[in-house]
């Protein structure tokens, strides 16, 4: 969490058993709204290794969009990695 710009960043993770059952967006839409509504924070952000595009999937089905890719700017399991950000405004709900 940034306290001066009012903005958070959220992740997620969920066992491959349990994917395509729309359970993450779900989750992630209930968080989202408990985070501008209850806490009041202006802006969420979610980032994602390009190599896994469903979890781009489950940003955009709860409202973010997607505002750029930086290049070998994180690492992973398997080593540096790019990585897509998305974003949702509370004003763009």
């Known amino acids: 969490m940034n306290e001066d710009v009012s903005m ?4 997620y993770c969920i066992g491959k058993a349990w ?17 501008f509504d ?3 924070v202006n802006r ?5 290794d390009p190599q896994n ?7 955009k089905k709860c409202g ?5 890719t930086l290049r070998s700017s994180d690492r992973n399991n398997q ?6 950000y998305y974003a949702l405004l509370k004003s763009e709900r």
């Open 53 to 59: 595009p469903n979890s781009g999937k489950v940003t």
């Open 64 to 68: 973010m969009k997607y505002e750029g």
């Open 19 to 35: 994917w395509h059952n729309g359970i993450t967006a779900e989750a992630l839409k209930a968080v989202m709204d408990f985070l």
């Open 38 to 40: 209850i806490v009041d």
């Open 79 to 84: 080593g540096i990695c790019d990585v897509c």
């Open 8 to 11: 958070v960043q959220i992740g």
């Open 44 to 48: 969420i952000e979610s980032r994602h």
